[in-house]
């Protein structure tokens, strides 16, 4: 039997006759080799008409996975009090011999493919199947790659819908040709609050060979929405592979004078700024987490691989937030999760407004004081509780860049963390070369609850990627190094850093004031303010800073202020050269030897510029 008639069988009359209208074998293939496998009890396959996404909404209220709130089109999904972030230990990039690869979290090929499968036979017995079918990237464009899911969560599938154009009609129009991606994930059994419940048999692998990634046991959006990290391992891989950039990078419209566009890519890890910074109300959103950037006729383009948010709730309030706030507020499609529930509204930590001391939340029914099982009070919300909204529903979204085919130029790159002690609020680099290596290549950050574990400790971080790694770091930032070189005019590259603190711990800046970041990065773009030289790359003048502050933010900025901000660190700066050239020396080794080479030029730079001026440098001994 070929696969279509196994699919006739599995499948009933209206959904086989979906399946049956996207000429494509390959695909034939793989459903029905899963559908046998996982034994659904119904299977529902997703085209792009409105009927269907309705469907797959209604079954996620109806499976009691997501529940409606007061406002109208408003639901809240819970994940399992321990499924509350990505689970790294258990994401595995499946390689054959199970092959060593520095800061990758390998596991033999056929190993893991023989575990995963058994862990998922007859696992949807008793529920329902969703196949969806959704493009990362615009449609039909060159950024274009199909993917289908497979889940028996509505809530991941609505999740997709939310988040992803639909692609049923691309796979229908690629037919045979269609080269494309694969995501299977099951919930696995869910306790009466409907979370997955047998979180020790948690599984994410990802399978670069067959394109696939298998997730289990799990419902948390970072390990379960198939096209966004568990597609992001598969399409890092394939733009080393084919010398494009493939990113963990916000992309955003920064407004010039005149109505100049400029814009921008920023990689951040997890929890480290990118939603709040594309978000900044008076600038234009395209995408708040992942772009896919390649050259074009010397020139880098990007565009968004998603069209919509899975944004971090904590901290979302009226004053620094104020378009997510009114868009949370109003009555258009959005998923809560992991927030507090009180009389069908949701309230979350550091929201600005008094939340109430009872109602339910992730935990089940909560109180004040509350304490999990390992002693620690629960607060109103998890720390990485989130919203998923489409970005449409955003009046600052730049419409036009989301949906060109052929993404938008380039202007500038900036790579940031969570640093308490080290790089200044935003510098920019020499070059392409310098900013690639001393800037995304040698970014650290602390650990945030985006991940399970620890929160805190300084961790390499490489281009804020390294989560997702899924080649060897030293090919893939050899790819970085010689993109630069296919463009005529590369995007200039800065870093920020949102994060200092004074001694005691203190925050050196405010939230809003990566707008003015933002802003004198555009000028430089284009040449229009000067800087200040330093070892380690361009800094602001303080009077551009003071008349830009005054502008955006119509507040006063103090010579104090930009002297303790931008003071060069001379000692913080060399013991993390130090750091990072061991971490590529002993830990990554293949790495291309550009890379010592312009370490040792910046350590040579911090080195004289101390003989000259001492340990901290300010920055208004290096003007003139
Ligand atoms: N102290 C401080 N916190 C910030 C700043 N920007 C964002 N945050 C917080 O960092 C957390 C994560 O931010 P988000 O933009 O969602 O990060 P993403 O995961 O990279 O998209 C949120 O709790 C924000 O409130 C900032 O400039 N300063
Ligand atoms: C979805 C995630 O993305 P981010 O925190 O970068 O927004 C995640 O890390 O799980
Ligand atoms: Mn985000």
Redesign the pocket.
Known sequence: MNALERLEKLLDREQFEKIRAIDNPKLHEFLAGWIEWLEPDRVFVCTDGEGDENYVRWKALYYGEEKPLETPNHTVHYDNYYDQ??DKANTRILVPGGKEIPFLNTKDREEGLREIRELMKGIMKGKELFVCFFVLGPRNSVFTIPAVQLTDSAYVAHSEFILYRKGYEEFKRLGRNADFFRFVHSAGELDERKTSKNLDKRRIYIDLQEETVYSVNTQ????T?GL??PAFRLTIAKAVREGWLSE?MFLMRVNGPNGRKTYFTGA?????G??STAMISWENIVG??LSFIVPFNGVARAANVEKGV???IQGVNPEDDPIIWKVLHSPVEIIFSNVLVKDGKPYWNDMGVEIPDEGENHSGKWWRGKRDAEGNEIPPSHK?A?FTVSLEHFPNVDMEALEAPCGVELGGMIFGGRDRDTWPPVRESFDWKHGVITMGASLESET?A??LGREGVRQFNAMAIL?FMSVHLGEYIENYLRFGEKLRKAPKIFAVNYFLRDEEGNWLNRKLDKGVWLKWMELRVHGDVDAIETPIGYIPKYEDLRRLFREVLNKEYTREDYEKQFTIRVPELLAKIERIERIYREQVKDVPGELFEVLEEERRRLLEARERYGDYISPFALEG
């Open positions: 972030a990505r948390y959006g970072g390990n929405i966004k990290k963990h951040y890890p997890s929890m480290c990118k939603t708040d987490d899975f944004g971090i990485n989130r945030t985006a991940t989560d």
